[in-house]
């Protein structure tokens, strides 16, 4: 799949935008149109005080590449400052469940760098990474050995991880990406916000209702 470079230059200004938030939004959103209630709510997994906002994401869907600059963006200058964000790759199938042990074994390995790179990799060069093997060719090509890919993409802290995925996944009943989970409550995605930019404007707007006043 070929990213066209003005979509995203177009997605980088209007994170310039969308930082600003919009006051009004908080009032406008509604149950079943915004955003749907997850019943029953789900158990968070940040500290007192914070409210957690949940990325389901899948590297080989194009939507979810061409958001992500947008999403770094919001995380860096447009999020309140209680929140904190959490990525969760998505399950349904087995090719999403490899997908989902590549980005763990990016996380034990302390190789952040490396998620944008398969992004980039499915999306921009059109290698889906669909197995073992072009998943290993990836991560040597980047530095990782052998040995390291291996201990640790069948390890048991990347097994554990893609269990509570899954787990998670079923929870919030996840079928599309990019979704977004506010405090284990709220499910919102792009169509449901409108636009891109008015989907940070109602995670925000959540994300208020779900922090503590004073």
Not at 7 to 24: D, P, T
Not at 145 to 157: L, M, V
């Amino acid at each position: 799949m070929n990213i066209s470079i003005s979509r995203l230059a177009r997605l980088a200004l209007a994170s310039l935008f969308l930082v600003g938030g919009s006051a009004a939004v908080g009032a406008d959103i509604v149950e079943g149109k915004q955003y749907t209630l997850l019943k029953p709510a789900q158990p968070t997994n940040v500290d007192a005080g914070k409210v957690e906002v949940v990325e389901v994401f899948w590297y080989a869907c194009g939507h979810c590449y061409l958001i992500e600059p947008s999403v770094e963006a919001w995380i860096k200058k447009g999020k309140p400052a209680n929140v904190e964000v959490i990525r969760l790759p998505a399950t349904w199938n087995n090719t999403l469940k490899l997908h989902a042990r590549a980005f763990y074994t990016v996380e034990v390995l302390g190789r952040p760098e490396l998620h944008t790179e398969l992004f980039r990799e499915m999306n921009v060069r059109g290698n889906r990474l669909d197995t073992k093997s072009k998943l290993e060719d990836f991560f040597t090509s980047h530095g990782v050995s052998k040995q390291d890919f291996e201990k640790t993409y069948a390890g048991f802290a990347v097994t554990t991880r893609v269990d509570r995925a899954e787990q998670l996944n079923k929870n919030y009943r996840i079928t599309s990406t990019p979704t977004f989970i506010v405090n284990g409550k709220y499910k919102t995605d792009v169509g449901a916000a409108g636009s891109e930019e008015k989907l940070f404007e109602v995670i925000n707007a959540l994300a208020e209702r779900e922090t503590p006043a004073g």
